[in-house]
């Protein structure tokens, strides 16, 4: 599909295009590592402190903080509320201190790691990721919050694509300027 895309392209732009979509391409896989690796620090951080607490089945509660941090906007809230559950049903004291850990958590996760890890993976400005966040999320819900991040690196990447092309094109000549005069 992609080749028979590229064969649209005039040919003079083909390798631009295909610069540009290779970029796109790393864009939305390095959002997929960086959300895998913001579930892993989720999960691993809920184990140690259900660990801590005393709280049995600890290890199966922080693999379901992880997998559920997975999903958009409301994964990291059901983990944590299946861990607070546990930890109430275990001693009402450590539900208490659950539902504060999970809450400064998940401040710390949604205003501190996850604009870093995506600013690195997708190479994307903190400020942008956060902000394409907020309006996906305002847009298009659940979708857009999905889509949010991936999407702003691809239109980085279109823009410096388009920025570089644009920047060729002025240093090039048009065919029948004469250099040598005055």
């Not at 922080?62 to 409301?74: E, H, N, Q, S, W």
């Amino acid at each position: 599909i992609g080749a028979a895309a590229l064969e649209l392209v005039p040919f003079r732009r083909r390798d631009s295009v295909r610069r540009a979509s290779l970029d796109a391409a790393r864009a939305v896989s390095g959002y997929m590592v960086g959300n895998l690796l913001i579930s892993l620090v989720a999960g691993t951080t809920a184990l140690v402190f259900l660990l801590v607490m005393g709280v049995p089945n600890a290890l199966v509660l922080g693999l379901l903080v992880a997998f559920a941090d997975l999903i958009p906007l409301v994964g990291a809230t059901l983990g944590a509320a299946v861990c607070v559950l546990a930890a109430f049903l275990y001693e009402p004291r450590a539900g208490v201190i659950a539902i504060v850990f999970f809450v400064v958590y998940q401040q710390i996760e949604n205003y501190a790691i996850y604009p870093a890890v995506m600013a690195r993976t997708v190479k994307v400005n903190p400020l942008v990721v956060l902000l394409s966040v907020l309006v996906g999320v305002e847009l298009f819900g659940f979708v857009g919050a999905l889509l949010a991040v991936p999407i702003s690196g691809a239109v980085q990447v279109a823009v410096r694509a388009t920025r570089r092309e644009f920047d060729h094109e002025k240093l090039v000549l048009p065919p029948g300027v004469d250099t040598a005069s005055d």
